[in-house]
Nanobody, 132 residues
Framework: VHLVESGGGLVEAGGSLTLSCAAS????????VAWYRQVPGTGTEREGV??????????WYSASVTGRAIISTNNAKNTVYLQIDSLKPEDTGVYYC????????????????????????WGQGTQVTVST
């Protein structure tokens, strides 16, 4: 599994960003794809932000982004997007994506927990910095 995150940047509070997670070497079609945020230098773990089951579009969002984020897919581009609106300083961090095939039995809220524990091909992530 090879994933590349992009789309981060420096944004003022209240702005929007769309992050991209592009896959190569495999197809996302039946995968669960999750986004995580980690704040470097704080000792905190990666926090699950959102997850989507690509096959049926079933999605989960953390309480911190519910109502402000949309996770979506472009199967033709083998890419999953995370759009976050009304950005807050607490959205700052490095955003990573992870993916795994679980089949229809795994809901996205379950997948995001399982991926965090078992995914071992983490990329470089993409930095999001929200200024006040």
């Amino acid at each position: 599994v090879h994933l590349v995150e992009s789309g981060g940047g420096l944004v003022e509070a209240g702005g929007s960003l769309t992050l991209s997670c592009a896959a190569s070497g495999f197809s996302f079609d039946d995968y669960s794809v999750a986004w995580y945020r980690q704040v470097p230098g704080t000792g905190t773990e990666r926090e699950g932000v959102s997850c989507i089951n690509v096959s049926d579009g079933d999605a989960w969002y953390s309480a911190s982004v519910t109502g402000r984020a949309i996770i979506s897919t472009n199967n033709a581009k083998n890419t999953v997007y995370l759009q976050i609106d009304s950005l807050k300083p607490e959205d700052t961090g490095v955003y990573y994506c992870a993916a795994k095939y679980y089949g229809p039995a795994m809901t996205p809220d379950q997948a995001i927990i399982n991926l965090k524990a078992h995914f071992d091909s983490w990329g470089q992530g993409t930095q999001v910095t929200v200024s006040t």
